[in-house]
């Protein structure tokens, strides 16, 4: 064979032994990047859900029908709050309702709050402003979480939102196993909060309570 055909083969044998290491070696290249932050934390099921939105202290709105009753959740018409009740109430007014982030309540009711005849040691049983009364004095911290449904349920002794006489099985402020469940809508950008909570009538199943509550 001549020198030149010779070199020629050399020449094409080295470029074939090239690519062929080149492809080799992109292919056996070792991802080192790091997915972790792509990896999703298992969710426990048991874990309360809460809404973020409903975060915050809220308080009764002090305006003419923040409060109402009737006979349907629409329909307040046995009852609403006037403006010069808001005005006899607002040692009511100002008690805070704070829902916190990691899914505890509390009520910060102050030195006097809004009390009624059904409750234990009311002054000449009649309702007005006075010390809050135990277990609804603000004493206890308790839990809320939400579901799909919009319903946001509060659990623990004392604890509620809006009146403390309504639950769902009546209006004597005893609620079954402490906890209370309430319907919950937002409007006006997320500054305002209604609720709706009913069962506590054995003679009309819709009746219904509403309450207005401002965010603070």
């Known amino acids: 064979m001549k020198t030149k055909e010779l070199l020629m083969l050399m020449l094409v044998s080295l470029s074939l032994i090239f690519i062929s290491c080149e492809n080799d070696i992109s292919g056996s290249v070792i991802d080192t990047s790091d997915d972790s932050d792509d990896i999703e934390e298992p969710v426990d099921p048991d874990e309360p859900e809460i809404d973020p939105l409903l975060v915050g202290s809220w308080t009764v709105d002090p305006t003419q029908a923040s409060l109402g009753v009737g006979p349907t959740p629409n329909d307040f018409s046995w009852w609403t709050i ?35 005849a059904w409750q234990e040691g009311v002054e000449d049983g009649e309702d007005g402003c006075a010390a809050p009364i135990a277990p609804h004095d603000g004493a206890n911290t308790g839990t809320w979480s939400v579901d799909s449904e919009n319903n946001v349920t509060i659990s623990g002794e004392g604890l509620f939102l809006g009146l403390a006489k309504v639950h769902n099985g009546g209006e004597d402020g005893n609620p079954s196993n402490d906890t209370i469940e309430y319907e919950y809508t937002l409007i006006d950008d997320d ?16 009746a219904t309570w509403f309450f207005r509550f401002l965010r603070q």
Not at 92 to 107: K, P
Not at 198 to 206: C, F, K, L, R, T
């Open 191 to 206: 500054q305002k909060l209604e609720v709706r909570i009913s069962g506590w009538n054995p003679d009309v199943s819709e």
């Open 82 to 116: 006037s403006a010069a009740e808001v005005e006899e109430r607002s040692c009511f007014y100002d008690d805070v309702f704070i829902l916190s982030e990691d899914g505890s309540i509390e009520i910060d009711m102050g030195d006097a709050t809004w009390v009624e």
